[in-house]
């Protein structure tokens, strides 16, 4: 089973911007389609964004398509995420998913990830 970590999480601005790694461990990344979630207080987890294991395709909730950007660095066996134009609304506790797959172009659906990081918390003031 990988071990995932994730950081990079903080106190930010409203319009500041952020990025969050999440190092695997403990498995070979390149199995691992990757994705990113986010929990606020008194909400259920959303699936924030996906990649593929190969890195051509990806998933972007609504609420963060064209600010959000997903990337993987099979090397380095890390995942990123780069999140601009920050609000408050983007203040959650945010971790890292992965879920071993065969399909090197699939992008998981939200309830198939099954290995988990602790999470990172980020808070947005404005």
């Known amino acids: 089973q990988v071990q995932l970590r994730e950081s990079g999480g903080g106190l930010v601005q409203a319009g500041d911007s952020l990025r969050l790694s999440c190092e695997a461990s403990?498995?070979?990344?390149?199995?691992?389609?990757m994705g990113w979630f986010r929990q606020a207080p008194g909400k259920g987890r959303e699936y924030v964004a996906g990649v593929s294991i190969r890195g051509d395709f990806k998933y972007y909730a609504d609420s963060v398509k064209g600010r959000f950007i997903i990337s993987r660095d099979i090397a380095k066996s890390t995942l990123y995420l780069r999140m601009n134009q920050l609000n408050v609304e983007d203040t959650a506790v945010y971790y890292c998913?992965?879920?071993?797959?065969?399909?090197?172009?699939?992008?998981?659906?939200?309830?198939?990830?099954?290995?988990w990081g602790q999470g990172t918390q980020v808070t947005v003031s404005s």
């Open positions: 403990e498995g070979t990344f390149r199995d691992y389609a």
């Open positions: 998913a992965a879920r071993e797959i065969g399909n090197v172009h699939r992008v998981p659906l939200s309830d198939d990830y099954d290995n």
